[in-house]
C-alpha cells in the first residue's frame, strides 16, 4: 500500500527533464538543500531504468503491476505507448496514459524492458519497429529483457530473442512459443537474464523475479512483504464467511469503482479488469475534478466518468480500491460517502480493500456490527479486529481485504457471491490464477 512505506525517489525523478543532474546552478541555495539534491542525484544514478511498452489492446493487469511493483523497489520505470497517443485503450476498457511515445525513449540505454501481454496489444508491440530494434540492443549487450502471457511468443519468439532459452507464455500460444524457444509450464521462468510468465494470475511472481533479477533477493523480499502476495500460488481461493446472504443482481451486476489521485493502481485495476471479464458492468467514476488521476505509483489511469455523474445510478455494489491517499481522498468525499451510506441502508453491497475499510467505511459507521479486515497495519483503526488476519472477508453485504497480493482473490469472491464458484474457478483458471 502506497501510504506505509517511504515512496522510492526515482519515479518522481523519471517525469524531471531528462538533463543531467549538476550543481553549476545551485551554488547560491543552503547547504542543507545542497545536500538534498545531492541525495537525489545519488539515487537517480542509482535507480535502475526500465522501459513497460504499452499499446491499445495491452492486458493492463499484466501493465500496471509490472510498473507498480518495480516502482516499489525504487525503479526508474518509463510506460511507453507504441501508439501516435500517450493514452492507450488497454484491454477490458482500461484507459492508461504512458510517461512517453517509445520514440521519445529509441536512445535511452534502460537496465530492464518488460513486455505486457494482451491481444492485440501483444502483436502491435511485435510490429512496432523502434521497440524491436531496442529489445534487440538490450538482447546483444547482455542486458535483461523479459515478457509475460502473449508476449514471448508474439514478440519475443518472433524476433528470434529466445533461441536456445526455457521460456514459458500463456498456455493457448504455448505451441508458437516451442517453435523459437524451449518451452515450458513454469508460471515464471527465468533463463540468464531472460525472464517470461504465463498470464494475468502470475503477474505479481513475475514482476518481483524482475526485482530480484535488478536488485537481488533482498529488495525482492523487502517489496513483496508488505504486498500481502500468497505464498500458495496456483492452489483454489479461500474466504471468510460471516452471516451469509445471496447477493443479487440483474442479468448483468452493475458495479461501481471509484478512483481517486493516490489510488492504489494494483487495486484498482485488478478489480475493474478481473470483474469485466465476468461481464459485470463496471462504472469508474474519479473522485477528482477531472476523469485523469495519478495513482499511488505514479501510474496515470483515466475514469470513465465523473463521481457526480456516476451517482444518479444505483449499484447493486460499490467497491474501494485502497492506497492511503485515495483513501483519503474518498473519506473526504462528502458524496461518496453519503452514497455509500445509502447502500447500507438499502441492504445493498459495498466493500473495500488495503486502506479503505479502515479510512473509509470505519469512521463513517460502515463496519458497525460487522467483520472486516484492512492492509496489516492499518487493522488497528478497526474497531473489531477479531477476523482480520484473514485475506478476504465477507459479512452479510460487506466485503473486504488486505492488500494488492489479495486483490485477485477480493475480485473472485465477488464473482463467486454474485455467479458461483464454478464461473469464478473457470475465470481464475482462465487468468492463470489456479491451475
Not at 492499518?378 to 466485503?399: F, T, Y
Request: aromatic share 4%.
Amino acid at each position: 500500500m502506497a501510504a506505509l512505506h517511504l515512496r522510492p525517489l526515482a519515479p518522481y525523478l523519471s517525469s524531471l527533464p531528462k538533463r543531467p543532474l549538476n550543481f553549476s546552478y545551485s551554488h547560491s541555495i543552503s547547504i542543507s538543500r545542497r545536500n538534498s539534491r545531492f541525495s537525489a542525484s545519488i539515487m537517480a544514478s542509482a535507480a535502475k531504468k526500465v522501459l513497460v511498452p504499452v499499446a491499445n489492446g495491452t492486458e493492463p493487469l499484466e501493465a500496471v503491476i509490472t510498473v507498480d511493483v518495480l516502482r516499489r523497489a525504487g525503479a526508474d520505470v518509463t510506460v511507453a505507448s507504441v501508439e501516435k497517443e500517450l493514452t492507450v485503450g488497454a484491454c477490458h476498457g482500461v484507459k492508461i496514459v504512458a510517461d512517453a511515445l517509445i520514440s521519445d525513449c529509441a536512445d535511452v540505454a534502460f537496465d530492464l524492458i518488460s513486455l505486457p501481454g494482451g491481444m492485440p496489444g501483444a502483436a502491435t508491440l511485435k510490429d512496432c519497429k523502434t521497440l524491436e530494434n531496442m529489445v534487440k540492443k538490450q538482447a546483444a549487450e547482455n542486458k535483461p529483457y523479459a515478457a509475460i502471457c502473449a508476449a514471448p511468443a508474439v514478440a519475443l519468439g518472433s524476433w528470434g530473442l529466445l533461441k536456445g532459452l526455457k521460456a514459458t507464455c500463456y498456455p493457448s500460444f504455448m505451441e508458437q512459443l516451442s517453435s523459437s524457444a524451449s518451452a515450458v509450464e513454469s508460471r515464471v521462468q527465468q533463463d540468464g537474464k531472460v525472464v517470461t510468465s504465463r498470464g494475468p494470475g502470475t503477474t505479481m511472481e513475475y514482476a518481483v523475479a524482475l526485482v530480484e533479477l535488478l536488485y537481488g533477493k533482498e529488495k525482492a523480499d523487502e517489496v513483496s512483504g508488505p504486498l500481502v502476495m500468497r505464498l500458495n500460488h496456483g492452489e483454489e481461493y479461500t474466504y471468510t464467511e460471516l452471516n451469509p446472504v445471496k447477493w443479487t443482481s440483474g442479468s448483468s451486476p452493475q458495479i461501481l469503482v471509484p478512483i481517486a489521485n493516490g489510488t492504489e493502481e494494483m487495486e484498482a485495476v485488478i478489480i475493474i479488469d478481473v470483474l469485466r471479464r465476468a461481464k459485470a458492468q463496471v462504472v469508474v467514476a474519479s473522485v477528482e475534478d477531472k476523469l485523469e488521476i495519478l495513482a499511488s505509483r505514479q501510474v496515470k489511469l483515466v475514469a470513465d466518468v465523473l463521481l457526480d455523474e456516476a451517482i444518479t445510478s444505483s449499484y447493486d455494489l460499490i467497491v474501494l480500491p485502497g492506497g492511503l491517499g485515495g483513501a483519503q481522498a474518498f473519506a473526504n468525499s462528502e458524496k461518496l460517502v453519503n452514497l455509500l451510506k445509502q447502500q447500507r441502508e438499502s441492504n445493498k453491497l459495498y466493500g473495500a480493500i488495503c486502506a479503505s475499510p479502515a479510512l473509509v467505511l470505519e469512521p463513517n459507521g460502515l463496519l458497525k456490527g460487522k467483520k472486516a479486515t484492512a492492509f496489516p497495519a492499518m487493522c488497528n483503526k478497526l474497531s473489531d479486529q477479531s477476523e482480520a488476519e484473514n485475506r478476504v472477508v465477507v459479512d452479510g453485504n460487506l466485503i473486504t481485504s488486505r492488500g494488492p497480493g489479495t486483490t485477485m482473490e477480493f475480485s473472485l469472491v465477488i464473482i463467486e457471491k454474485f455467479l458461483g464458484r464454478e464461473k469464478s474457478l473457470e475465470l481464475a483458471k482462465t487468468m492463470l490464477f489456479v491451475h
